[in-house]
């Protein structure tokens, strides 16, 4: 399971931002996708759970995303969201969705936010 928490201050309140989650594998994850359950509250206080299906193959066993040496890099997108309160801590939890409880082959898996631009250019 990891654990991250968006402290309130870092986010601009009524900015919007999207969220990705970010992948390495290396050649020997032994599946053509991976199921990520993640525990969430950027939408309001409650905490909800979504199911995100990361692809990391093709149907011929292509992997799909870029990298060098034997990893794979995957930036995936999860949700877009404005912070709606200036106070509250968000928190992201990540934990995998697949029948085996330590998976082999997966490198890294983190959380990128990128500020968007809202309203008339």
Same mark, same amino acid.
């Given at each position: ?9 870092? !986010? ?9 989650? &970010? ?6 994850? !032994? ?6 359950? $993640? ?12 199911? *995100?299906?990361? =692809? *990391? ?19 995936? !997108?999860?949700?877009?969201? $404005? ?8 928190? =992201?939890? $990540?934990?995998?969705? +697949? &029948? &085996? ?11 990128? +936010? $990128? ?5 008339? !250019?």
């Amino acid at each position: 399971m990891l654990i991250f928490t968006i402290d309130s201050l870092l !986010p601009s309140f009524g900015v919007g931002y999207d969220v990705t989650v &970010e992948l390495t594998t290396n050649r020997s994850y !032994p599946y053509r996708d991976l199921w990520l359950l $993640i525990d969430q509250n950027l939408t309001d206080s409650q905490v909800r759970t979504d199911t *995100l299906r990361c =692809l *990391l193959a093709d149907e011929y066993g292509r992997w799909l995303g870029g990298g060098a040496g034997g990893l794979n890099q995957l930036s995936l !997108p999860y949700r877009s969201f $404005i912070p709606w309160d200036s106070v509250s801590n968000y928190r =992201l939890v $990540i934990r995998h969705g +697949m &029948e &085996e409880e330590l998976l082999r082959g997966v490198e890294k898996v983190g959380v990128k +936010m $990128i500020g968007m631009k809202r309203g008339n !250019p």
